[in-house]
């Protein structure tokens, strides 16, 4: 098909156009900073610089050491749109922070230009630090500092204070010690301003209207490039094909929108929005199609070449009585189906032409190279799982002057054996975040 380069850019960019708005900040993006660093701290925030987080990472891993409990401190620079709670709930369960089974984790979250900070308390620590004792431990030293904008030196004390509550309760004292010095705090991003340039929030319906519209406007183009195909095209045989052709921008356009619904998916969207539009634009596509294809067909009908001296419309000699026009290889090429030729005779002028159609029913013959070749393919062994077959393709010309023909013998391969795969040995898992479980108990404030 001519218009494939031209199909494949069009794919490519519908495609670019869905993935661009894919970004934004969200809890799905907090990365895991016991599966990147080994440590418990993820400070996308940007506000706690190296010191902080190797003074708070301290006070995570003693309280991890002697009670089990795991305690994650993030920061993000905003929370794209969402509740803290949502958004601290998603990270927790994401994370699974906190032993499986005790479901005995903690969760400091902050999101320095919302000015938001959150402690998510898991289910198996409910009863040591219930709601009314997470806002208290917050208040405490925490938020005065926050508000002041020292993100490192608040999150400290409101770790330290989480941390050593949380090991009172399970009767364990920690050895946790004010540094001698405060260390400087950074100076936090401006708002809207992240370490990693400030991404795009994602919109389900944008990216779906995108590529619904781009799914569209290639059908448009591949439309128009079809019309102008057939305009061009000269015979009848040459024009049906075109008209009734393979409709291989409607097949690309269901494929297209058939990836775009599970990455929108994929990326969090909604289940209706990208269905309906994955599902409006491909259809609106085929319908085009088709449309196209019958309007071309009712005009296929009362087609008549022009004629190439005078241009009056030229009469096409019938099927049937035109063998004393063709060569007896051409005619040969007609019955095996590599060639459609047409003759056209001007009633005004007497001029004659002939037009030829390449049909993919037979192949080019290596010996006269006339698209006579015909094959027929037969299994000799049959391919089982355990091993492959051998069929035996005969190959014949049908030009009766050139008489061509052979058979080879082609091994096919193994049946794939169905059922479920083989059992794969059991992976090491990098290290993570035990497991655990948040009811939603917590408290957040506003700094
Ligand atoms: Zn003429
Ligand atoms: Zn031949």
Known sequence: MNGKPLHCIWLLLALGAILLPLQGEKPEEVLNPRKTSGSYVADGGGVLGPEYVGLIDGICRELQAKTTAEMAVVTVGDLGGLEIEEFAEKVFRRFAIGAKGRDNGLLLICSRDDRFVRLEVGYGLEADIPDALASRLLEREALAHLRAGRFGRGLFLAARDIAVQTAGAAGVTLAIAEPAAWPTEVRPPKPGKSPQPKKKKWDPL???????????????????????????????????????????????????????????????????????????????????????????????????????????????????????????????????????????????????????????????????????LTSTTETVTAATKEQGGKTRVKETCLNPKCGYSRTREQDTPRIAAAGPPAPSSPRPRPPSFGGGRSGGGGSSKRF
């Open 206 to 372: 944008r990216s779906s209207l995108y590529f619904g519209g781009g799914i569209l406007a290639f059908a448009l183009l591949a439309s128009v490039l079809t019309l102008r195909r057939y305009e061009k095209a000269r015979g009848r045989a040459a024009r049906a094909r075109i008209a009734g052709g393979t409709p291989a921008s409607v097949v690309l356009a269901w494929i297209a929108a058939a990836i775009s619904f599970f990455l929108i998916l994929g990326f969090g969207g909604k289940f209706l929005t990208p269905f309906v539009a994955m599902l409006a634009a491909p259809g609106a596509a085929t319908f085009a199609r088709l449309f196209t294809g019958r309007i071309l067909k009712r005009r296929l009908a009362s087609y008549r070449l022009p004629c190439a001296k005078c241009g009056a419309a030229m009469d096409m000699v019938e099927d049937g009585e035109d063998e004393k026009f063709l060569t007896e290889e051409q005619a040969a090429e007609e019955k095996a189906g590599g060639m459609d030729y047409e003759f056209w005779h001007c009633p005004k002028c007497g001029a004659e032409e002939s037009l030829a159609v390449k049909l993919g029913k037979a192949g080019v013959c290596p010996q006269c190279k006339r698209r006579t």
